[in-house]
């Protein structure tokens, strides 16, 4: 019988939430045969060149690596056909065009941040936080012509609980969906698994999507209910986070402000917006049906701060309301 460890695997990826995965299988002596990953790009304020999360782990463990800018590039095709891979293991990396995914004799799969058919799309994570769930996990399935719909493999579930933000269920997923990945590979190269189509596992429910965030779904509307808005600021931190307007009361100058934790606190009922503050160490802030305290936030062109760290700086903010 096959084994995983028999096959030439080609992975593809980009963030670090790849690396695990990569990372996870070099390290339990996988045939990687090669690295997809983003070409490199500028970034930061010197606009210098940036390799990705992945390329550099690839390159410090002398993996081969390909950066194709276009993924029907002949050139490319042409490479990666070369590379006579078994398996391609995709996480977080961008829609191959079917040329790609259907070159290996056992096909592509890739590892998903959420529990499919639930929350398809580039931002499964933070949708799943924003939107309440108590629940989320990682999905192993396989490639098919439409976006996150191919038969699925294996799932792992996890809670998440009241105080998790995006960042710490990507940090437990990024391990756990590592995990998962090696769990996959050794089931499709022994044949030992059962796909299953994504229609019979949705029956009557309603599928969420988990689309792209753009900036405007980043801004807090305070007339919302306390849930929904601690749930935005939870399922948006640390990034791209969740952000507001400071407004003086008198003047009408603005200032952008971010925002990454707040917890549940007491207030009389007023305009959504309203800050309360004793100006040392708490910023309380009124939403449609309650308070919020904050205790994490960053002014435009500052860094992240604590609450007191952020009133011994900003002596004014009773000056202020949020918008």
């Known amino acids: 019988m096959t084994q995983g460890k028999d096959l030439r695997i080609v992975f593809m990826g980009t963030p670090d939430f790849a690396v695990a995965s990569l990372q996870k299988l070099v390290e339990n002596g996988y045939n990687v045969v090669g690295v997809i990953t983003a070409p490199d790009r500028p970034a930061g304020r010197g606009k210098q060149l940036a390799e990705s999360a992945v390329k550099k782990y690839a390159v410090a463990n002398s993996l081969k690596v390909l950066q194709p800018e276009k993924l029907k590039n002949p050139e490319f095709l042409a490479e990666l056909e070369a590379l006579n891979a078994d398996l391609q293991v995709v996480v977080a990396f961008r829609m ?3 040329v790609v995914w259907a070159m290996p004799r056992l096909g592509t799969f890739n590892l998903h941040g959420s529990l499919l058919p639930q929350y398809r799309g580039a931002a499964p994570l933070n949708w799943a936080v924003i939107n309440g769930e108590t629940k989320t996990g990682v999905t192993t399935f396989l490639l098919d012509h439409e976006i996150d719909t191919g038969k699925i ?14 960042g710490t269920i990507h940090d437990s997923l990024m391990e756990i969906g590592a995990g998962l990945v090696v769990e996959t590979v050794d089931a499709l190269a022994s044949g030992d698994y059962k796909a299953i189509p994504q229609e019979e596992l949705a029956g009557e429910t309603e599928i969420k999507h988990a689309p792209k965030i753009f900036k405007d779904d980043c801004k807090i509307d305070w007339s919302k209910d306390v849930e929904s808005v601690r749930n935005l600021i939870r399922g948006l931190s640390p990034y791209p986070a969740a952000w507001t307007t400071l407004v003086h009361e008198k003047s009408g100058q ?8 707040v917890m549940h606190a007491d207030g009389k009922t007023t305009k959504p917006g309203s800050i309360e503050t004793d100006g040392k160490n708490y910023l309380k802030v009124a939403c449609g049906d309650g308070w919020l305290q904050i205790t994490d936030i960053q002014l435009a062109g500052k860094k992240r701060m ?18």
């Open 254 to 261: 603005e200032i952008s402000a971010k925002m990454f934790f």
């Open 153 to 166: 493999l294996f799932k792992k579930e996890i809670d998440i609980w009241e105080n998790d933000t995006v």
């Open 96 to 98: 191959l065009p079917e």
């Open 306 to 323: 604590k609450t007191n760290d952020f009133l011994r700086g900003f002596q004014q903010i009773g000056e202020y309301r949020f918008q």
